[in-house]
């Protein structure tokens, strides 16, 4: 039993023929996951030829005609069993006595993988089966999917330049979307053999609990990453790759399906948590002398400033300030200077590995003799014997006797 395309040569007055029913599925809207194929009888087709108004139910006369519609992927089901698959628009016939064949047109090559492990053939000697059943998905992309973290989540902000390591509550809503992957499995795990139409809201509540679970651990993959809670909605595609990462058993191995984008409308924290990055980061920024200074400052001058507009008189808050600036200017003066004296201090090199001081010149050298005296390098203290590994300090090893490598 398989499908033969209706745009093959071998497609002759033979099969037209025999055109017995004409399976079709009309466009599936965004809630319809999976619907059962229609049988359209008694109709004349002049691609396929002849017509039956007989048909059984759950049967497909040898020599039918098939159309898979684009954004559509289409399965028969025999007695129970996946016997065909195809996910190329077009237009097949039904020929019992072919070789099975799969057409998987823009899906996966691990879909055929798939078929292998759930399809199972019957032979019937070119006869039907008892129960025979078209089945179609929607691969389209599902959009729309809003979702939201009821509970705040944690994630820890990491900045190794100022030393910044601090964990938040993060609560965030968006919307995402996900699509059928690999339908074989999606209808094996999932939907099986439904009457009519397996729709979206039956799946909904579990995908989006699912979604929120995978936020977490995919979050601090951006963690790791020293990704600030204001940049994860500059970084969408990071975040759809680390949900998919995360999602892949549940969704994908188990379900068939993945996660095609993820958009975040908001990302909040609690105004505590925004308090303390902003303190940590002020202080961070005070650690160099120049920006501490330059801090303290901007301060005098701002007590100067309100000083001056004292309801007892300006006279008696610049007292106040001038007593302030007894103290605070020297403390000024000390961090620009502490600024210039790391400013004027040379940036030293990394040391060149295998570099050696000589004893005698004080030269750094590299190489087995001194460039500037000709010194041979001194030998280390200790040395550890190739032989067992044990640390020695004389020509021979105390424990098994090897003599010290030169």
């Given at each position: 039993m398989g499908l033969i395309s209706a745009g093959l040569g071998a497609l002759t007055s033979t099969l037209a023929d025999q055109w017995k029913e004409y399976f079709y599925c009309e466009a599936m809207d965004k809630d319809i996951l999976m619907t059962k194929g229609v049988k359209k009888t008694g109709t004349t087709n002049t691609l396929f030829g002849g017509s039956n108004n007989k048909g059984s139910d759950n049967i497909i006369t040898n020599g039918s005609g098939i159309a898979v519609a684009d954004g559509q992927a289409m399965i028969i089901v025999d007695d129970g069993q996946v016997v065909e698959f195809c996910a190329e628009p077009g237009r097949f016939t039904w020929d019992a006595s072919s070789e099975p064949s799969i057409f998987t047109g823009k899906l996966w090559d691990s879909i055929k993988e798939t078929f292998k492990l759930v399809g199972k053939r019957f032979a019937y000697g070119g006869e039907t089966g008892h129960d025979q059943r078209i089945y179609y998905f929607n691969t389209k992309e599902l959009l729309d999917n809003k979702f939201g973290t009821p509970n705040p989540i944690p994630f820890r902000i990491v900045d190794s330049k100022v030393g910044i390591d601090l964990d938040v509550s993060l609560r965030c809503a968006g919307v995402f979307s996900y699509r059928i992957a690999d339908p074989l499995l999606f209808y094996s795990k999932v939907c099986g053999n439904v009457p009519r139409e397996y729709r979206r809201e039956e799946l909904d509540t579990q995908l989006k609990s699912e979604f929120i679970s995978a936020l977490q651990p995919a979050l601090a993959k951006l963690s790791a990453m020293e990704m600030r809670p204001n940049e994860i909605l500059l970084h969408n595609t990071t975040v759809e790759k680390a949900m998919n990462e995360v999602l892949s058993e549940?969704?994908?191995?188990?379900?068939?399906?993945?996660?095609?984008?993820?958009?975040?409308?908001?990302?909040?924290?609690?105004?505590?948590?925004?308090?303390?990055?902003?303190?940590?980061?002020?202080?961070?920024?005070?650690?160099?002398?120049?920006?501490?200074?330059?801090?303290?400052?901007?301060?005098?001058?701002?007590?100067?400033?309100?000083?001056?507009?004292?309801?007892?008189?300006?006279?008696?808050?610049?007292?106040?300030?001038?007593?302030?600036?007894?103290?605070?200017?020297?403390?000024?003066?000390?961090?620009?200077?502490?600024?210039?004296?790391?400013?004027?201090?040379?940036?030293?090199?990394?040391?060149?590995?295998?570099?050696?001081?000589?004893?005698?010149?004080?030269?750094?050298?590299?190489?087995?003799?001194?460039?500037?005296?000709?010194?041979?390098?001194?030998?280390?203290?200790?040395?550890?014997?190739?032989?067992?590994?044990?640390?020695?300090?004389?020509?021979?090893?105390?424990?098994?006797?090897?003599?010290?490598?030169?």
């Open positions: 549940k969704w994908g191995q188990l379900r068939g399906l993945e996660v095609v984008s993820v958009a975040f409308s908001t990302v909040t924290l609690p105004e505590e948590d925004q308090e303390r990055i902003k303190q940590l980061q002020t202080a961070a920024t005070l650690s160099n002398p120049n920006l501490g200074a330059g801090y303290m400052t901007a301060s005098v001058g701002q007590a100067i400033n309100t000083a001056a507009a004292n309801e007892n008189g300006a006279m008696a808050g610049l007292m106040g300030v001038g007593m302030t600036m007894n103290t605070a200017g020297s403390t000024i003066s000390g961090l620009y200077a502490q600024g210039a004296q790391q400013a004027a201090q040379p940036v030293q090199a990394a040391p060149q590995a295998g570099a050696w001081v000589c004893p005698t010149c004080g030269n750094t050298a590299v190489g087995n003799f001194c460039s500037q005296c000709g010194t041979k390098k001194p030998a280390p203290a200790t040395w550890t014997c190739p032989t067992c590994g044990a640390v020695c300090t004389g020509n021979f090893c105390p424990t098994c006797g090897a003599k010290r490598p030169e």
